[in-house]
């Protein structure tokens, strides 16, 4: 008589195989991102078959208690500590490095071991990993604190947000569960640069994280700006510290960038001063983009993670600036934003999750394809045409748009 495999039996045994074909890929050097997400959706489909479901609950109900953990121990250098004793260390030591009690220390230490985010080695006794060692670079560990700060008492408001526009999502702008968290008037970046600088500056250094990561691809892998006229003008519209343009002005130095942001305030972090040639091709203007565009007749507009954090009607607004200034048939409009794909892949996730922040702090979520074209086709009276459109990385799209008339 054969018994057949228990649900659970099944998935241990596919994890099994999954596994063998990832280490397989490694070995050979060949992409395994599928086996990769393949491997922790079926742990994860495990893992909840075999929890009892009040307990699954209850942990789902917790989850952010992991964030909270990792919040003290940024907050209290833990990471750092542990790399500069550059050996397994003890509570004790970590406690008194710290300046906090060793209970409280002990309570975020095992949530973060129950989490694979250090490694006890022996009782209270403490050592980085792979996951943790990552937090020892600095925009990495700025993004995390961000997500674990602001992100979490966002979140924590987002309920009573929800119910306050009876759960459909403004056109216009409105007040959101960050203004509601931290009860404040000001938009997102407002208050991380205005109400609040020591944030604002963490902020930075996490954006940092994402524009220099090696994973991400750079616009100009995807839209060639060697096409361009010599002495032709790229308009950076929100550009922040000119990550992009800095970037870019090195690979064509034919071109000239403006940089507009609300505060101008210059180059990144680590291009504290620009070579000479590189600084007479770039430089920053104050401009908020809800104003008219003062800079007419430019080659190249572009908007990068600019409409992502606004409503429907502020994205008329900022695109309708642009198109104004826009010479019909001659300027490029180049917009690189997220995209919500509507897929059932591994990124899907992980953008599910994004949106539920991206709505706790900018009361907007992430637009599909449909809303997209759907506000290119709204705008300045239908002025706005696409002329390319690239998918590039998991969820992000880039858009090149000309004025028809």
């Not at 050097?29 to 742990?43: H, K, Q, R, Y």
């Not at 008037?185 to 930075?204: I, M, S």
């Not at 917009?335 to 709505?359: P, Q, R, W």
Request: proline residues 3%; glycine residues 4%; charged residues 20%.
């Amino acid at each position: 008589m054969t018994i057949a495999n228990t649900p659970a039996e099944l998935l241990a045994s596919s994890i099994s195989t999954l596994a063998s074909r990832y280490a397989e890929k490694v070995q050979a050097g060949e992409n395994a991102d599928t086996e990769i997400a393949s491997i922790v959706s079926a742990c994860k489909d495990l893992d909840a078959l075999v929890t009892p479901p009040e307990s699954w609950n209850d942990r789902m109900a917790m989850s952010y208690t992991i964030s909270t953990a990792i919040a003290l121990l940024l907050n209290w250098d833990v990471f750092q500590i542990l790399a500069a004793q550059a050996k397994p260390t003890s509570l004790e030591t970590l406690a008194t490095s710290c300046g906090c009690s060793k209970s409280l220390l002990r309570c975020a230490l095992r949530e973060a071991v129950a989490h694979r985010m250090l490694d006890e080695l022996s009782p209270e006794t403490y050592a980085l990993n792979s996951r943790s060692s990552c937090l020892l670079d600095e925009n990495k560990a700025a993004w995390i604190h961000y997500l674990t700060d602001i992100g979490l008492v966002t979140a924590a408001y987002l309920p009573k947000y929800v119910k306050s526009i009876n759960g459909k999502i403004p056109e216009h702008s409105h007040r959101i569960a960050l203004q509601m968290a931290f009860n404040v008037d000001e938009t997102f970046y407002e208050f991380l640069h205005r109400k609040d600088p020591k944030r604002g500056v963490n902020f930075d250094k996490a954006m940092q994280r994402h524009i220099k990561g090696d994973a991400q691809a750079s616009i100009e892998s995807v839209f060639d700006f060697s096409i361009l006229r010599p002495g032709a003008v790229v308009v950076d519209v929100g550009g922040g510290k000119g990550h992009h343009c800095i970037r870019i002005a090195k690979k064509h130095p034919h071109l000239s960038f403006i940089i507009q942001d609300y505060e101008a305030n210059g180059p990144s972090d680590g291009e504290d001063t620009l070579p000479e040639a590189l600084a007479r091709r770039v430089r920053w203007q104050r401009h908020n983009f809800h104003h008219k565009q003062p800079m007419d007749g430019a080659d190249v507009y572009l908007l990068s993670n600019i409409l992502m954090d606004n409503t429907v009607s502020d994205c008329n607004r900022i695109l309708t600036n642009i198109v104004d200034a826009m010479v019909p048939n001659h300027s490029v409009l180049l917009v690189d934003d997220a995209i919500d794909t509507l897929s059932e892949d591994s990124h899907s996730a992980y953008s599910s999750s994004m949106n539920l922040h991206m709505l706790s702090c900018f009361g907007t979520l992430f637009r599909t394809q449909e809303d997209w074209l759907m506000l290119f086709s709204e705008v300045a009276g239908g002025k706005l045409s696409i002329v390319s459109s690239w998918m590039i990385d998991a969820g992000r799209m880039i858009f090149a748009l000309r004025r028809k008339f």
